[in-house]
C-alpha cells in the first residue's frame, strides 16, 4: 500500500526534546521504518528545514521524506494554520507529477489533520488521524495557558470527520470515544515500539563507566527525568519533592531536554531549584542526542515522569528497556506499562510532593537494573513491527 503521511507541524528528523520535538518524532520515524520494511511505500510530508535542502530525500528503502510548500520552516507553529489548505494544494500537485495515488492519509497533530482532510476530500481517501495531544485534555489538566478554541473545534471536527482516529494509549482512546462521542470502530489503539537494539541494560562495568560520563553519581543515587522543558511535563513537581529528600541521602537528579515553545518553563525551574537550595544536586544538560539516551538511562537509578498529560510516555518505555525502573503520574500509555510490573517501577496519584518524595526514596533505596525476564515479558507487547502490523489491521477494515 501507499501511505501519505502528513507532519506539518514537526518534523519527524527534528531534534528530539527540543521545541515541538519529541516522542512524536520518534514514532513517525520508526512506524514509517517498520512500514518500509514490510514493502509499503511511506511518503512522509513534513516542512522543510531550510531551503537548500532536496524536496524529496529518501530516508530508507521505500520511505521518503518530503517538503512540500515554500517558506513553512521559519514560520511558528501558531501561525500555521493559515497555511494548511496550501500545504494540502501543494502536496496534490506533487503527488499529481509523480503520478501517485495513495491508499490513505494518515495526518498527525490537528494542522496536519486539517490539511489531511482536504486531501481527503480531493482523492477520495480515508484520512486516519493521531492528535498525539488534544487541546481539551490539555486545557483541563495541566496549569497555564490555555489552548485556543480554535483548535478545541478544529479537534472535534477532525474527529467526527476522519475515518479512524488512532491512539497509542487506552486511556487516550477512552478520552477521545468520551470527547466527541465516537463509535469504538472508529478508533485503533496501536502502542509505540522500542527499538530494543538502541534502549537495553549494559553490563554493569558500562553501566558504571555511564555513570561516570553522563554526570551521574558512582556512589550515590541518580535521578533521571527526560523531557521537553514544558508545563505539561510537570518537573517542578520533581524538583519540589527531592527538596524534601534527607539532607544525608547522596542523589542527584539529571534534567534531560530543551527549552520548549517558550524560555519562561525553563527558567521558572531553574529559579526553584535555586530557592530551594538545589542547585548543587539538580543538573539540566539541555537537549540530549537521542542516540546517546540509552547511556543516561543506563546511569540513573530511577526515572520520574510527573507529567500532567502524555498521549503514550516513550520516557517511560525507554528507561524500562534499558533497565532502569520509573516513578510516573498514571497517564498516557504508562499505567499499561508499569501498573502491570511492580519491577517496571510505580504510579503515584495526585501531586503531592510528600508522596513523591516517599515513593523516590523507596525505590533508590532498593533500586537495581530490572531483570531481564521481567523485561522480555512485560515489554513483548511493545515492538514498531507488533504497530506496523496493527496498523494493517486497521486499514484493512476501512
Ligand atoms: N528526547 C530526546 N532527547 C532529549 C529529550 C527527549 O531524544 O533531550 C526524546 C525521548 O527519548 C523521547 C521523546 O523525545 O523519545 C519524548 O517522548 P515522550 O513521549 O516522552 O514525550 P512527548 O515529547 O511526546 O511529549
Not at 520494511?37 to 529518501?58: A, M
Not at 493559515?82 to 501543494?90: G, K, L
Not at 544538560?285 to 526515572?303: K, M, Q, R, W
Request: aromatic fraction near 8%; proline fraction near 6%; glycine fraction near 8%.
Amino acid at each position: 500500500m501507499r501511505l501519505a503521511i502528513l507532519s506539518i507541524h514537526s518534523s519527524p528528523m527534528g531534534r528530539a526534546g527540543s521545541k515541538d520535538t519529541g516522542g512524536m518524532s520518534t514514532y513517525l520515524r520508526s512506524l514509517s521504518s517498520a512500514l518500509g520494511r514490510k514493502g509499503h511505500q511511506v511518503d512522509l510530508y513534513t516542512r522543510r528545514p531550510n531551503s537548500g535542502r532536496e524536496r524529496v530525500e529518501n530516508l530508507e528503502a521505500n520511505v521518503r521524506l518530503i517538503y512540500p510548500g515554500d517558506g513553512l520552516a521559519e514560520l511558528d507553529k501558531n501561525h500555521l494554520f493559515s497555511h494548511c489548505p496550501a500545504v494540502a494544494d501543494s502536496i496534490d500537485r506533487f503527488s499529481r507529477l509523480e503520478k501517485i495515488n495513495y491508499d490513505f492519509i494518515y495526518s498527525h497533530y490537528w494542522l496536519s489533520g486539517i490539511s489531511g482532510r482536504l486531501l481527503k476530500k480531493r482523492w477520495n481517501k480515508p484520512h486516519l488521524i493521531m492528535f498525539h495531544t488534544l487541546a481539551r485534555a490539555k486545557n483541563e489538566l495541566c496549569p497555564g495557558e490555555k489552548e485556543p478554541q480554535l483548535r478545541l473545534e478544529t479537534e472535534a471536527e477532525l474527529a467526527r470527520d476522519c475515518d479512524l482516529v488512532v491512539t497509542a494509549a487506552e486511556s487516550e482512546k477512552r478520552r477521545i470515544l468520551n470527547y466527541y462521542n465516537l463509535s469504538i470502530k472508529k478508533t485503533a489503539l496501536i502502542p509505540c515500539g522500542i527499538e530494543r537494539s538502541v534502549f537495553h541494560p549494559i553490563n554493569e562495568k558500562c553501566r558504571l563507566d555511564s555513570k561516570l560520563h553522563k554526570g551521574a553519581q558512582a556512589s550515590g543515587k541518580t535521578i533521571l527525568a527526560v523531557g521537553r522543558i514544558e508545563p505539561v511535563k510537570g518537573f517542578e513537581l520533581l524538583i519540589e519533592a527531592v527538596s524534601l529528600l534527607p539532607s544525608e541521602d547522596d542523589f542527584k537528579v539529571v534534567i534531560i531536554g530543551g527549552e520548549g515553545s517558550g524560555r519562561a518553563p525553563l527558567a521558572a525551574l531553574k529559579d526553584k531549584v535555586f530557592d530551594l537550595g538545589l542547585s548543587d544536586r539538580v543538573f539540566f544538560t539541555g537537549v540530549v542526542e537521542h542516540s546517546c539516551l540509552p547511556f543516561y538511562y543506563n546511569a540513573a537509578d530511577i526515572t520520574v515522569i510527573p507529567s500532567y498529560y502524555e498521549s503514550f510516555g516513550l520516557v517511560a518505555l525507554e528507561s524500562i528497556a534499558c533497565g532502569t525502573p520509573v516513578i510516573a503520574s498514571p497517564v498516557g500509555g504508562v499505567p499499561e506499562l508499569v501498573g502491570q510490573n511492580n519491577a517496571f517501577g510505580c504510579l503515584v496519584k495526585g501531586r503531592d510532593p510528600v508522596s513523591w518524595a516517599a515513593a523516590i526514596r523507596k525505590l533508590y533505596t532498593k533500586s537495581k537494573p530490572i531483570p531481564h525476564t521481567a523485561l522480555e515479558t512485560g515489554l513483548t507487547p511493545y515492538s514498531w513491527p507488533d504497530a506496523a502490523e496493527k496498523l494493517e489491521l486497521a486499514l484493512s477494515s476501512l
